[in-house]
């Protein structure tokens, strides 16, 4: 989804994010949620720039696996 309002995130090629707000980190939560449910590894890769500055200062970053 290319248009950054409430609850979007925005993807750019190769699966880059530049944007993400705090219903894209709701998602995230959720997303870790099912895929703890159903045995499924989930890694954060290549956080950068904004969106890892968003991770960092939530904490989320910390209870992601991460490529880093």
């Not at 950054?4 to 944007?19: D, E, K, M």
């Not at 949620?33 to 290549?46: K, N, Q």
């Amino acid at each position: 989804n290319g248009d950054p309002h409430p609850g979007n995130y925005l993807f750019h090629g190769g699966g880059r994010v530049t944007f993400l707000d705090s219903s894209g980190l709701s998602a995230l939560v959720q997303l870790r949620v099912v895929a703890i449910e159903h045995s499924v590894r989930l890694v954060l890769r290549g956080a950068t720039g904004a969106a890892l500055r968003v991770l960092r200062i939530t904490g989320l970053y910390d209870v992601f696996e991460s490529d880093q």
